[in-house]
Each structure stands twice: as C-alpha cells, then as structure tokens.
C-alpha cells in the first residue's frame, strides 16, 4: 500500500507541478485567444456563419454573466458536424479558456437551429484515404479529453441532436442540460464503427454498463426527457418558440457557480475526477491535496471575513 500510495503522489505533485493546480498566467496564449474570440457580449448574432473560422467561436460574456466563456457551434449547413477546420477552432478555443483565470465556467452551445453537433463530417470523411482516418479520430480525441480535463465547470446546452461525437462532446462536459425535443445517441455501430472519442468509456460509467451496451450496439436516439430520466442529462428543460431552452437553463446554473470561490470549484472537480478513478482510501489523498491547494488563498480568508461581517463574499480567484 504505502508503495501505491507514493506512486500515486508522485502522479499528483507531477500534475500540480505541471500547472494543473495554480493559475497559469501565460499572457501570449490570452492575447491570442482574445483575436481569436468574438467581441465580448451577453447578447450575439445568431445569423450562420459567414465565414469558415466562425463555425466554431469562443465569445466571453460579460455584465451578470461576466466569467462565462461560450463554445458557440455555428455550421448548420453541415449540422455542426465537426470537421478539421471545426476541430482545430475547437483545439485553440480550449488553449485559451484552460489558460485564462477570468473563465469561472464554459458552456458549450449550438447556434444552428435543432443540432447540437451531428458528430464527425461524413462527407469529409468518406474523401479521407484509410490512413488519414485514424490520425483525425485521434485529433477529435484529444479536443474532447482536453474538453473533459478542462479546470473551470463545464456545461454542455443540448437544444437540438447531439450524436455521435457530438454526444461524446457533451459526455465529457461536467453537466448536461437538454431541451425535450433533443435526440442523443452514439450511432456509430449504423456505420459499422464504433465511437471513437470516449464514448465507449464515458456512457457506461454515467448510465450502468448494460444501459450503455444497449445505445451503443443498438445505435438508438432517445429524447432529451428520456436522457434526464437515465441519467444520461442532468435537467430537461421544455423547449420553447427561440429554440435555446437548454441554453437559458445552462445559464442559471452557471449563475450559481459564478459566485463560489473559484479556486476552491477547480479543487473540487480535480479531486472529484481524480478521485473517482481509484479506491476511497487512495482517493483521499487527492482530496489532502487539493485541499492543501486553497488554503494559502486570498479567496479563503475573504470568504472567513465576509462570513464574520455577514457581507457577500468577493472572489478573485486568487
């Protein structure tokens, strides 16, 4: 035990040597995220995309919403269906939250009428040659596990269908959120594959292994009420006549984190992703550690002199 035990710990001091813990203040990569987003505003054109790099954005929100940062989907022609330029908008989107310490929560949303993202671009990928198939599997692999390990509160608005790698997408997000009238569903096995990017792995351990075996082999679609009553979604929301029910609730739940310590919220979901993939004994020492991660904060003795001046606590993140 104790030589698990100090693997374990060299795994962890690794991470948080890593930057995984403190606040990376890499202004280069921020610089370049904020060319690369849409001008800051709660309220956005949801006209298509003019543009090939507008397919996927990355836009900031700011008044009462202020520390949310969109994943904003916008190809409708194609469904959202993630192609090599969608992926690599994708990949830099990522880059730059992961980075910024202003990002307090990331929701992922589509701005396409009735699609949350249709999975991998089929018609882009039946003019791949068999080589060129796995490195792209791999490179939406990687979008998405970066989407999974992200720091901040992740939240994934389901206003239309999410399939295939777009359900996988919204699987590695912290919370689901979807309209009544969305569909969801890994149907990779139609197409005589299987998901390529977690699904195989995410879905069971969120709904049960036989639950999970019957969507995958079956390639079935269920509604987003029949999501939430698996577990598969965290809420419903009844859709309405503006199509972004999922969005407007996403945005209350968002609303409730933005105001927690935000250094305290990024400890919690790393000892809770970490944690969970070990024994309980083994999982408290991640706990220890992510503990030991805001004690030396400014955020915690706010919070300690705002409770005694019975006043709301302001958080910086520092």
Not at 194 to 222: C, D, H, V
Not at 242 to 264: K, M, S
Request: hydrophobic share 45%.
């Amino acid at each position: 035990m104790k030589t698990k035990m100090a693997a374990m710990w060299k795994i962890f001091l690794r991470s948080k040597n890593a930057g995984i813990f403190s606040v990376i203040h890499d202004w280069s990569k921020i610089a370049a995220c904020r060319k690369f987003c849409l001008p800051n505003s709660s309220k956005y054109s949801t006209e298509s995309a003019t543009s090939a790099a507008e397919e996927f954005s990355l836009r900031y929100l700011d008044g009462k919403h202020e520390g949310i940062a969109l994943f904003v989907m916008n190809r409708p022609e194609a469904k959202n269906a993630m192609s090599k330029n969608f992926l690599r908008l994708f990949t830099d989107a990522l880059t730059c939250v992961k980075f910024d310490k202003n990002v307090r929560t990331v929701i992922i949303k589509s701005d396409a009428q009735g699609i949350f993202c249709a999975g991998a671009d089929l018609k882009e990928r039946a003019k791949m040659a068999a080589h060129e198939v796995g490195p792209f599997v791999s490179m939406a692999r990687a979008a998405i596990m970066e989407l999974n390990n992200l720091p901040m509160p992740t939240i994934a608005a389901l206003d239309g269908h999410a399939l295939g790698g777009g359900l996988e997408m919204a699987l590695s997000c912290d919370f689901r959120i979807a309209a009544s009238n969305a569909k969801v569903g890994l149907t990779e096995t139609r197409l005589a594959i299987i998901p390529g990017a977690g699904g195989t792995q995410r879905l069971p351990r969120l709904i049960g292994i036989s639950k999970a075996k019957e969507m995958i082999f079956t390639g079935k679609m269920i509604s987003g009420t029949e999501a939430e009553e698996i577990g598969l979604a965290d809420f419903v929301a009844e859709q309405t006549e503006t199509g972004d029910a999922a969005y407007q609730r996403a945005l209350v739940l968002a609303e409730e984190i933005l105001p927690r310590g935000p250094v305290a919220v990024r400890m919690a979901k790393l000892a809770i992703n970490k944690g969970i993939q070990v024994d309980l004994t083994s999982s408290m020492s991640f706990e220890e550690g992510c503990y030991a991660q805001v004690i030396p904060t400014k955020d915690r003795l706010e919070g300690l002199k705002a409770f005694k001046e019975k006043r709301t606590p302001q958080y910086t993140g520092e």
